[in-house]
């Protein structure tokens, strides 16, 4: 059974910090380009930051570099995107996602690429 939970959503001031983590669990998490996307209320799903669960190069977007942080704990199968000094327009539903057997590249921009998503956690920066 192949799951994706996010969690640690919730409201924050605009310049604080929120940290969502994503648990995988089955085989959505070894050897997979784990990513965060979110979307905000009318907007696209745009992606946010991706990682390779085996090491190596981290991809953020443009709107969230130096700002944000991915990181892994693979013995919890689990990633964490750090969000610092958040601003208003980081308002929306954040989701996981994962691409087993499949390193991040580029691709990690594309939400059909990926083959699981979780239910997506809400932050809402006031």
């Known amino acids: 059974h192949v799951q994706l939970v996010e969690s640690g959503g919730g409201s924050v001031q605009a310049g604080g910090s929120l940290r969502l983590s994503c648990a995988a669990s089955?085989?959505?998490?070894?050897?997979?380009?784990m990513g965060w996307f979110r979307q905000a209320p009318g907007k696209e799903r745009e992606a946010v930051a991706a990682?390779?669960?085996?090491?190596?190069?981290?991809y953020y977007g443009d709107s969230v570099k130096g700002r944000f942080t991915l990181s892994k704990d693979n013995a919890k199968k689990t990633v964490y995107l750090q969000m610092d000094s958040v601003k208003s327009e980081d308002t929306a539903m954040y989701y996981c996602?994962?691409?087993?057997?499949?390193?991040?590249?580029?691709?990690?921009?594309?939400?059909?690429?990926?083959?699981?998503w979780g239910q997506g956690t809400q932050v809402t920066v006031s």
């Open positions: 996602a994962a691409r087993p057997r499949m390193n991040c590249s580029l691709s990690y921009l594309q939400l059909d690429w990926y083959n699981y």
């Open positions: 089955g085989n959505t998490y070894t050897s997979s380009c």
């Open positions: 990682i390779y669960s085996g090491g190596g190069r981290i």
